[in-house]
């Protein structure tokens, strides 16, 4: 994998911004799957608009229809190995339905805490 479109950490708890080429109603449903040597590991499905003071999991943004924000905790990041990710997205609509581009990514190995201070 030679152009890696996103990086996080094992137990960290990102939140990526997801932009599409068109407009996600509420009504749409959409799926975020992340593979590891073609294995599904995580799959999230959208629940509506980002709302409340700590959002989980795959919503709408709410001030643009064409962005999608996936909230992860530190458990959903921790069943991801390091190593080369795929994400997929795949979104149904009252149109028909569509799977993006798979987006390429890096998890990286989480880090621990020394007990040695210099």
Avoid: C, W
Wanted: aromatic content about 8%; hydrophobic content about 35%.
């Amino acid at each position: 994998m030679d152009e890696r479109e996103f990086l996080f950490f094992q137990g960290s708890s990102p939140t990526l911004e997801l932009v599409l080429p068109l407009a996600v109603s509420p009504e749409d449903t959409v799926y975020a799957s992340f593979y590891q040597a073609d294995r599904l590991v995580l799959d999230y499905t959208m629940q509506g608009v980002a709302d409340g003071p700590a959002p989980t999991g795959l919503q709408r943004d709410p001030l643009h229809e064409n962005v999608l924000l996936l909230y992860m905790t530190k458990q959903d990041t921790l069943r991801l190995s390091a190593g080369d990710v795929e994400l997929q997205l795949h979104l149904t609509n009252s149109v028909g339905s569509d799977t993006f581009r798979p987006l390429l990514g890096r998890i990286g190995p989480m880090r621990r805490r020394t007990e040695e201070v210099d």
